[in-house]
């Protein structure tokens, strides 16, 4: 149990890193036309360690003249946040742990997924992770990156998710994060 609230910890640093990442990328970004997106349309990153392709100008995501994103698919493209997804991958131990990264209209949604869970009693498990999402450390870190992300994209207002999934996918813990 105290290797996941570890792991859970970990991942809260790397997260916070991510999107102040991302903030200064965009920030000193050329600015693209902004292009029509489908907002039903999902953009998902999982990375893998066999995954270095570079994103080429014409894969780029569309940025809007004001350094903003159009969509959070478009900024989950972004080459910085897959590597941030990278980053974050290369330091688990995947054996144990997956990580993915999805921009759904105003929502960024993280999903842990543990790999193996053997002899875990998954209610336990839940609950210690439930009760770290609410833990005031977490709290601000996916908030901030929330209130980060609204002034990055067109539109604002972005929340975060954070789920963490068992390997059959069933939720073991989730909370939402509403930028302030």
């Known amino acids: 149990m105290k290797k996941f609230v570890t792991v859970l910890l970990a991942f809260t640093l790397l997260l916070s890193l991510a999107a102040c990442a991302g903030n200064n990328a965009s920030s000193g970004s050329s600015a693209v036309s902004s292009a029509e997106s489908d907002p039903a ?24 003249g004001d350094g903003l994103y159009a969509t959070l698919e478009d900024y989950v493209a972004t080459q910085e946040m897959q590597q941030a997804v990278q980053t974050i991958r290369d330091s688990l131990d995947t054996d144990l742990m997956d990580v993915e990264l999805v921009g759904q209209g105003s929502k960024l949604i993280y999903n842990f997924t543990y790999q193996n869970l053997e ?42 998710e954070v789920n963490y999934l068992a ?11 509403a930028a302030q």
């Open 41 to 64: 349309q999902e953009s998902t990153v999982e990375s893998t360690p066999a995954q270095t392709e570079e994103t080429s100008s014409e894969d780029a995501p569309a940025e809007t």
């Open 119 to 160: 002899d875990q009693d998954l209610s336990a498990l839940g609950q210690a992770l439930a009760s770290a999402l609410e833990q005031e450390d977490m709290q601000s870190t996916y908030t901030n990156i929330a209130s980060t992300l609204s002034g990055m994209i067109e539109g604002g207002n972005v929340t975060v």
């Open 167 to 177: 390997p059959d996918g069933t939720l073991l813990a989730g909370k939402e994060y």
